[in-house]
Every structure is written in C-alpha cells, then in structure tokens.
C-alpha cells in the first residue's frame, strides 16, 4: 500500500498507524492462538487437511508483521501498538527498508490470496465434501 499518494498527509499517517497497530495485533494475537493450540488437543478434522497448508497461513500471519516491523525499524520510525512503541529491530537503512517494504508487500498480497483460498476451502468442505471442518471454524453455542 502507497500511504503517500492519499490527498492528505494526516489521513496517511493515521493509515499508516492503523496499518502498523493491526498488523501488530495479528502478531501478538497469533502467539496465542499457537499457545492455546500447543497446550490443548485440537479437534479432529475429517478428513484431515494437508499440514502445509496451516503451516502457511501461520507463517504468513507471523512473517508479514515481522516484515513490517523491521520494514519501520529500518526506516528509523517508530512502531506504534496502541499507546506503546515496540523496539526497532534493527537500524535504520533505507536500502534495506525499500526491500523489506518490497517483500512485505509481496506477501501481503499472497496472503490475502490465501485467506481467500482457505474461506473458499472451508465452504467446500461444507457444502461438498460434508466433512465437519467449518463447524469447527464457527464459535460453540
């Protein structure tokens, strides 16, 4: 995303805020749904999916925030969470912020793509296969 081609630049900075605080939120959030997951059993899905493709969307939902957060770290800006500031991971490097701003970016967009598969995927399970996969995604009653 192009925060600077927006007509104002309080709009975009607000954006580029939100942008970060979200992405952030994701991060911290799937930390613990890895913790919940590791703890406890998780329930059966029938017929079992292929690992790779949990794997994916778990490396996507860490490695895109991490890839932000560097991408601000080495632009020399702070990383807002909300009233906090999280720590630079490395030092500011606009060579190395263009690139890292690049694969974000890169994967971003994949992973939109995938997010996309996996609802389809869950609608397919239910629809066609009748397997027990989206009554698992959908919150107890």
Not at 88 to 96: F, N, P, S
Not at 108 to 133: F, Q
Request: aromatic share 10%; with cysteine; charged share 10%.
């Amino acid at each position: 995303m192009r925060w600077k081609n927006t007509p104002s630049g309080y709009g975009s900075l607000a954006m580029a805020t939100w942008h970060s605080m979200l992405g952030l939120a994701v991060f911290v959030l799937v930390w613990l749904r890895l913790a919940v997951r590791l703890l406890g059993p998780t329930p059966a899905i029938a017929p079992a999916p292929p690992a790779w493709q949990h794997v994916a969307l778990y490396a996507l939902m860490v490695g895109v925030p991490v890839l932000g957060w560097l991408t601000l770290s080495a632009k020399g800006k702070p990383v807002p969470f909300f009233g906090l500031a999280f720590p630079a991971l490395i030092g500011a490097h606009q060579d190395t912020a263009h690139q890292l701003k690049d694969l974000h970016e890169a994967c971003g967009t994949e992973g939109y793509g995938l997010i996309a598969c996996h609802a389809m995927a869950a609608l397919w399970h239910h629809a066609v296969r009748r397997d027990n996969a989206l009554q698992l995604m959908l919150p107890r009653r």
